[in-house]
């Protein structure tokens, strides 16, 4: 059910009108007085045909007739628009109200009942988004806790957690043991065919029962809901040892979460308070914060390293930079969460989790966080689909114990993006090794968003120039050959040599090229770009595709302009 233009009528509102036979000029001083920029036309009975006097009318009559407003009628300066009943969809209506700034509304008498403008639109929506971040917050919450009291995502706890929750055959599958030994004994079948387990297997496949199981990110809120609830250590009520408090409260959140998903008519004044008292009891009963960081770490697996895990802060970082970022990739992150990007890429690997406050982020942002950022904990939910989180997920990291009250939370590292991106160049190292005269590297993927595949010599034994494979910031994957000798202006001129040989070196890649001498940096490059995301496994076998034929094509084109004999 979609809201209707009833919904976002103002209570008791006494819409303003004037009358067809009114100077213009008093029309002009009525708008100006309430900052209107409309009125509605009534007759004498207050009946409304759809009229109305504004600003783009008036100033239209005045040039028209080249008079005064003190000279003009109203009745000079209307012009007609649809009029629409209380009970209109307002998803009707919307391109109306866009394009006037407002609809009027009338009853079966024609009596004018009131006017919906851009304003009441923008404050019904902007209220409907804030109460649905506000469920987002309190959903947010639910998972944290599981995740801290089952010892994190990947545990066997919260899998079978998972599996009882979503399990909806299991009360056919309880019933089925005996069902089968009743009908077996019946049929007087028991003794021949066998073990009742194979009879039980065998019924289970045929009436091809649900499987239990899903990924968490997939599960219901009532699912989230129950995983918590059925843990022994779930917060509580009071001194209540029972959850019974806790699910009423979540169960009411999710009343009103189908009530706005599905439009069932405005959120009273008790359910906007009491999703919002969710949120914040939640938010005061989370596990301890350390608790959290914790647990997320010990699930997630760290690299081998001789240096010890270290927890820095934004100052320790600007004071202390460690950048372990490699010259393959030194693209400027882009967009408004840029600086946060490159600000978590500069951490040594060692740092598994970083602790900051908003007004650190909002310094090295430059600029303000937005408003919701301070009002909903969903602000900071891992959505990789909005602008802030892609801007941490895309460096392999987290937001964790998010602390609205102390304004601060803490990044931690994960392994999956470094786990994605080592698969991927795994795969691509295996491609390559089949391609006959391809000098592969030996370098193994370590999880870093670029691999070397291959080194072509140069002036020396202990230079070359490389061929490397880099997933970008900005969502590109690069095949290229890295000219960099350790001196700028030997790379320089060994790239302007290439430049030279241009087409003939673009006919055998059997495509354009980018030329990058890079003025401002030491290095050059020479490379291909596709579309690429990691992780996005419907395109990750295309994408092996791209990479292993561009890196041979690069290879093929680039290996006589860097002849082994030549440097002996």
Excluded at 99 to 112: H, P, T, Y
Excluded at 210 to 222: H, N, Q, S, V, Y
Excluded at 409 to 437: C, P, Y
Aim: charged share 25%.
């Amino acid at each position: 059910m979609t809201p209707t233009l009833k919904d976002l009528l103002p209570p008791d509102q006494q819409p303003l009108t004037v009358q067809s036979h009114e100077v213009v000029l008093e029309a002009i001083n009525r708008l100006r007085a309430h900052d209107y920029n409309q009125l509605p036309v009534v007759d004498d009975q207050g009946r409304c045909r759809g009229e109305v006097v504004t600003y783009d009318t008036i100033l239209q009559a005045v040039l028209a007739f080249e008079s005064m407003p003190s000279q003009l009628r109203v009745k000079d300066a209307i012009k007609r628009v649809q009029v629409y009943n209380a009970e209109d969809d307002l998803l009707t209506t919307l391109d109306t109200i866009q394009r006037n700034d407002f609809a009027l509304i009338v009853g079966e008498d024609e009596k004018l009942t009131g006017i919906v403008t851009t304003a009441d639109t923008t404050a019904f929506f902007h209220k409907y988004a804030g109460d649905l971040m506000v469920i987002e917050g309190v959903e947010e919450s639910v998972k944290d806790a599981i995740e801290t009291l089952y010892g994190g995502l990947q545990s066997q706890e919260l899998t079978d957690a998972i599996e009882a929750v979503t399990d909806r055959a299991s009360d056919t599958r309880k019933k089925l043991p005996s069902a089968i030994k009743a009908y077996l004994t019946k049929m007087d079948l028991a003794t021949t065919v066998g073990d009742d387990s194979e009879a039980l297997t065998i019924a289970e496949s045929k009436l091809n029962l649900p499987k239990a199981g899903k990924p968490f990110d997939r599960l219901t809120f009532d699912e989230y809901t129950e995983i918590l609830l059925r843990h022994p250590n779930t917060p509580k009520v009071g001194d209540t040892d029972g959850v019974r408090a806790i699910r009423k409260l979540l169960n009411a959140v999710r009343d009103t979460r189908n009530k706005l998903a599905h439009f069932r008519g405005d959120v009273s004044i008790g359910e906007r308070e009491n999703i919002k008292f969710a949120d914040q009891w939640l938010e005061r009963h989370q596990p301890a914060r350390s608790e959290v960081v914790a647990t997320i770490i010990a699930a997630e697996p760290v690299a081998d390293s001789a240096e010890p895990a270290a927890q820095l802060t934004i100052d320790e970082i600007i004071a202390n930079p460690s950048f372990e970022v490699s010259e393959a990739e030194d693209s400027t992150p882009k967009g408004k969460y840029g600086a946060l990007s490159q600000f978590l890429a500069s951490q040594p690997s060692s740092a598994q989790t970083c602790i900051v406050s908003f007004a650190e982020i909002e310094n090295l942002l430059g600029g303000k966080l937005p408003d919701s950022a301070y009002e909903y904990r969903a602000w900071w939910a891992n959505d990789s689909s909005k602008p802030q989180a892609a801007a941490w997920s895309g460096e392999g990291w987290r937001a964790a114990a998010v602390d609205m009250s102390e304004r601060s939370l803490t990044f931690v590292r994960t392994s999956d993006r470094a786990n994605q991106f080592m698969e991927f160049f795994h795969q691509l190292i295996m491609r390559l090794k089949l391609e006959d005269g391809f000098p592969l590297s030996n370098i193994a993927p370590k999880g870093a968003n670029w691999q070397a595949l291959a080194f072509l010599p140069w002036s020396a034994r202990t230079q070359s120039a490389s061929i490397f494979a880099t997933f970008t910031r900005d969502r590109q994957l690069r095949v290229e050959l890295y000219l960099d000798s350790g001196n700028d202006e030997q790379n320089k001129k060994r790239f302007d040599e290439l430049y030279i040989r241009k087409g003939q070196i673009e006919s055998i890649v059997g495509e354009p090229l980018h030329w990058e001498r890079r003025d401002r940096s030491r290095a050059c490059r020479i490379a291909l770009y596709t579309k690429a995301q990691i992780g996005e496994a419907s395109e990750s076998s295309s994408l092996l595709d791209w990479a292993a034929q561009k890196v041979i094509a690069l290879h093929r084109a680039f290996a006589p302009e860097f002849p082994a004999k030549q440097y002996k």
